[in-house]
Each structure stands twice: as C-alpha cells, then as structure tokens.
C-alpha cells in the first residue's frame, strides 16, 4: 500500500476533546501507525504531545450552534505558502465548515499534485446556523471548487452540506479507538449498584435539564431501585443551576456531578452504567459519545431523538426519545432498569453494532477517498 503525507487541517485548536478533535486525532494517530506522514495544520494549539502540530494562527472563542468554538484570525497567505512548499503533502484533510482567514488560505494555496479531501460535520439547531453557513458558502466559495472528494459523517450533515454549500457528498461515518471502550473495568466505588449516567458538557443543547426532570419523576412515584445512583459526568456552564435544581427537589443523596472527566477514565465511568443517556436537542451531525457508550456500557445507551443521534443509532425506536418528554424519557429509562432481560438484548445489538465504527474499517474508506482524489490530481 502507498504511503501518503497527509495534513489535517483544521481552523479551531486541538487543545479540547470535542467530537471534531476527537476525529482529526483518531485517524492521524492510526494513519500514522501505518506508516503514512501525519502532519496537523490547525488553530492556535499549545500541547506539545503530539509530533507535527503547525499552529498556524491566533484564535478567537466564539458561540456558535450552541457551541464554544475558536475561530481563527487571518493567516499570512506568505506563511502557509512556505510551509506547504517545504512540506508537499499528498493529502490536505479539511474539516468542513472551516473558515477563510485560515483553511480557506490553505486550500487555495495548495499545489496542483495535492489532493484536497473535506468531511463535513455539522448539523444546524437553528435557522441562524443554517443562514450563517449558506452565507459563508458565498464568502469561500472559490476554495470549495478545490475539493477532489468531499466527505461527510452522516446523513444529517450529508444533507446540510447540500442545503447550505451545494457540495454533493459521500457518508462515511466518524470514528473512534474503541479498543479501550470494549471490556473497559468499572470504577470501583461504582462497581456495585444500578448506575444511571449523563454524559456531557452541562450546556442546554446537551439536555441534563431534562435528564435531572426524568430522575425527578422517577423517584417522585417510587420507581427507581434501591440501589439505584445517578452519575452526571461533565463540566459546564450550568452546573451551578442543576445542583441547585437537585437541592430544590431533595435529590442530593441519590445525584453526584462528577464534574470533568479525563479521557483517560471515560471508559471507566461509562463500564459502571446500567443506564446512560445522551438527551442532546439537536445540533448534532453525528455522536461519538453514542458509539463510546455502546462499546463500553454494561447496560443501555439511550438517545435524543434528533435527526445526528438517530441516524447513528440506526433509527432503533426502542432506545430513542424525546428529551423534553418527561414522562416518555422516564419511562425509557424504567424500562430497562424494570428488565434486566430487555437491557441484555439492546447491550448485545449495541455492541456489536458499534464495531462498524471502529478506526480501522472507517480509515480504509477514507483511504480510499485519498487514492481517489489523488488519482484526480495526478492521471
């Protein structure tokens, strides 16, 4: 097999662990154990843990799709023609949407015997965001016509690269290491009981208001097991608001924020849940956090049935729902909880549904997407 140069390029910075991140480090670490050249061209990013970073800008933090994001300010165009003069990648791997004042540059600087490949992510929570990106087509629209292959991770994010860009696109879905996930031990205070867990960044979109509704109710009407715990793993802006929501309602012996978890326990934490629920609204092009719930939970990964999370999890009705209905969110979660039979037989489809997803299957067809768009630059 050929072995490639490939620079992933991305305008945010690679300091944080959200689901882009999560993808551009996935796939470069795994091409790089292949023996393929990985290089990293992204935002303002100070670890030093990983070889080839070009931190190539300043960056700004900014909301956007109910996310903090950092966007980048303009980049010398002297600069990047420089690098990727020294450089001569084979590959550029844009994350799409990206931004002018850096991966727009990048892209229109690259040579004629460089293959350009783009993966679109994000799905829209709003009208504004769709607005926004469909303005942002105008605004970058000669780089776009640079693409050999463009990519996107789901169905969702496959039609609003459509309704916003007018990019026709391939599906080929994220990816993680689950090799840590599968089989992962639990946390050993949480070994025992039953275990119902969010996880999360504690913001509106990711939904633990509805989540903290659900658990409310449950055990208003004396339904939850003796033995039952609930675990609310992440940071976040609301945290202050949802312990205080857990005080009001006489919550407090039953509900324990974890507060920030590292990567390095995620799996731990997930390993301990008979329960785990992911009650995002929207905004949601694909959900990694589903897959790393299916490979390690001992029990049920439930989901919001917004259109990212369904289409990951197959359109499965029976661990879908509707965040703000609270009485089908409880029941689901009584559900499994109620029969330990029925949690056996979602956790075996799970886990043997999420398998697809792992690094080396999704990494051939990307791959392939590289050979093609190679083919296209050189024949």
Not at 138 to 143: D, W
Request: proline share 5%; hydrophobic share 40%.
């Amino acid at each position: 097999m050929d072995k490639y140069k490939i620079a992933f390029v991305l305008d945010d910075s690679l300091d944080k662990t959200d689901g882009v991140q999560q993808y551009v480090l996935t796939l470069g670490r795994w091409f790089t154990k292949q023996g393929h050249d990985v290089h990293y061209l992204v935002g303002e990013t100070k670890r030093k843990d990983i070889p080839n970073i070009h931190s190539l800008s300043k960056n700004i933090k900014v909301r956007f799709n109910q996310n903090r994001m950092s966007m980048p300010l303009p980049v010398s165009k002297k600069d990047i023609k420089a690098l990727l003069s020294r450089e001569e990648f084979d590959i550029l791997h844009v994350q799409v949407p990206y931004s002018p004042a850096m991966a727009g540059r990048v892209i229109k600087a690259a040579g004629p015997q460089t293959g350009v490949v783009g993966t679109f992510h994000i799905a829209p929570h709003s009208k504004f965001v769709h607005f926004a990106n469909t303005m942002l087509r105008f605004i970058i629209g000669k780089s776009l016509a640079r693409f050999d292959e463009m990519l996107s991770v789901s169905e969702v994010a496959q039609t609003f690269a459509w309704e916003t860009f007018r990019v026709e696109s391939s599906i080929v879905p994220n990816t993680l290491h689950l090799s840590s996930f599968y089989n992962a031990a639990p946390i050993e205070k949480y070994k025992e009981g039953t275990n119902i867990v969010f996880f999360g960044r504690l913001v509106e979109r990711k939904g633990c208001q509805y989540f903290l509704r659900a658990i409310r109710r449950l055990h208003e009407i004396g339904s939850l097991p003796k033995d039952a715990r609930v675990l609310v793993c992440g940071p976040g802006p609301m945290e202050a608001e949802l312990k205080e929501y857990v005080r009001a309602h006489g919550l407090e012996k039953l509900v324990t924020f974890t507060g920030f978890v590292e990567e390095s326990e995620k799996a731990a934490y997930l390993a301990c849940a008979d329960v785990v629920a992911y009650p995002s609204t929207g905004g949601e092009s694909f959900g990694i956090v589903l897959l790393e719930g299916m490979a390690a939970s001992r029990g049920v990964v439930l989901a919001g049935n917004n259109p990212g999370y369904a289409s990951v999890i197959g359109g499965r009705p029976e661990v879908l729902f509707d965040p703000a209905n609270e009485e089908q969110f409880a029941n689901k979660i009584q559900r499994y909880l109620d029969s330990p039979h029925e949690r056996g037989k979602v956790r075996e489809w799970q886990q043997q549904f999420v398998r697809k997803f792992d690094v080396p299957n999704v990494a051939d067809e990307i791959l392939v997407a590289y050979q093609e768009a190679l083919h296209k630059r050189r024949s």
